[in-house]
C-alpha cells in the first residue's frame, strides 16, 4: 500500500512537473503570430536656395568687396562648382572682341561652406578661372560629411582699376551648383 501512494505521488509530481516544463508560446496556435521586418531609405539629395541675388557694388573703379549668403542642404556627402558668365564684371554693351583691360574688372569669389557636425569649405578662386568652359579652379568637396540647411557665404573681392575703364554698368552672373558625390 505504501508502493501505491508514493507511486500517487510520483504521478502526481511528474504531471505537475510536465505542465511547468512547456513553454508559453506552446499554448499559441502557430497561426497566430506574425512577423514584419521593416526597412526603410533616405535618398540623397543636395540642392541651394534658388533664389537670385543681386549685388549693386558701386564704383568697381575702386578696391572693394561685397558678399552675399545661400543655403546649402545636403544630405550626403557633396560637391560644389561655381561658374562665371563673363570671367570679369563686364561692360554691358562691349564687343566680344574689345579688350578686357578697357572693359572688365577681373575678381575674387571666396567661398564658405560650414558642414553639419564641425568644419567648413573655404575656397577661393578668381573670375577668370571660373569662366563657363574654363577649368581653373578646383573646388573642395565635403569629404564624408555633409551640410544640412546650412547657409553659405560667398564674397566676392577686387583691386584698383589698373587702367581708366570706360564709363557704364559693368556685370556678371555667377552660378552656383552642388551635387550629391558620385
Known amino acids: 500500500m505504501l508502493a501505491k501512494r508514493d507511486f500517487k505521488r510520483f504521478a502526481i509530481a511528474a504531471a505537475e512537473l510536465g505542465v511547468a516544463v512547456y513553454p508559453a508560446s506552446a499554448f499559441h496556435p502557430a ?3 506574425v512577423k514584419i521586418a521593416v526597412r ?3 535618398e540623397p539629395s543636395c540642392s541651394t536656395s534658388s533664389t537670385v541675388s543681386s549685388l549693386d557694388i558701386g564704383n568697381i573703379a575702386k578696391a572693394g568687396s561685397a558678399a552675399a549668403s545661400f543655403a546649402v542642404d545636403c544630405n550626403a556627402p557633396f560637391q560644389y562648382s561655381v561658374r562665371s558668365e563673363k570671367g570679369a564684371m563686364r561692360l554691358a554693351g562691349a564687343p566680344a572682341t574689345a579688350p578686357a583691360r578697357r572693359f572688365g574688372v577681373p575678381y575674387d569669389v571666396h567661398i564658405k561652406i560650414p558642414l553639419t557636425f564641425g568644419g567648413q569649405i573655404d575656397d577661393t578662386c ?3 578661372a571660373m569662366r563657363f568652359g574654363a577649368f581653373g579652379c578646383k573646388f573642395t568637396d565635403s569629404g564624408q560629411k555633409i551640410a544640412v540647411n546650412q ?3 560667398m564674397e566676392i573681392s577686387w583691386g584698383d582699376a589698373q587702367q581708366l575703364l570706360a564709363a557704364g554698368q559693368y556685370s556678371d552672373q555667377l552660378t552656383i551648383t552642388v551635387s550629391v558625390k558620385p
Open 31 to 33: 497561426g497566430n503570430t
Open 40 to 42: 526603410g531609405n533616405i
Open 126 to 128: 578668381n573670375s577668370r
Open 151 to 153: 547657409t553659405a557665404e
